[in-house]
């Protein structure tokens, strides 16, 4: 079992940053990947970035690319979203997840997930 939390979501200009935090308990953090997901109002949960168990990995969706950073710190058992150069396309509600089992681009892989933080770039 493990239980996620995010954090540090908010209201923000588009070309503004945010940096969005997931706190994870339960069983041992260390052994699973880590990922984000957003969905906006109306849409289908999308893929946004992953990271491995040792952190040494990490993968992005295209959009995303050169803008945002996933990390983790294992001993404080947080997994974090640097995200930069925001645009309105961003707005959406994001959310943590662990554990992928099988295509990690896909939301029904992962099998858990935190209760999201909502994401407002504004114009």
């Known amino acids: 079992q493990v239980q996620l939390v995010e954090s540090g979501g908010g209201l923000v200009q588009a070309g503004g940053s945010l940096r969005l935090s997931c706190a994870a308990s339960?069983?041992?953090?260390?052994?699973?990947?880590m990922g984000w997901f957003r969905q906006a109002p109306g849409k289908e949960r999308e893929f946004v970035a992953a990271i491995n168990s040792h952190g040494g990995s990490t993968f992005y969706t295209n959009s995303v690319k050169g803008r945002f950073t996933i990390s983790r710190d294992r001993d404080k058992n947080m997994v974090y979203l640097q995200m930069n150069d925001l645009a309105f396309d961003d707005t959406a509600v994001y959310y943590c997840?662990?554990?992928?089992?099988?295509?990690?681009?896909?939301?029904?892989?992962?099998?858990?997930w935190g209760q999201g933080t909502p994401v407002t770039v504004s114009s």
């Open positions: 997840a662990a554990d992928p089992e099988g295509t990690f681009t896909d939301a029904r892989d992962w099998a858990y």
């Open positions: 339960g069983r041992t953090f260390s052994d699973t990947g």
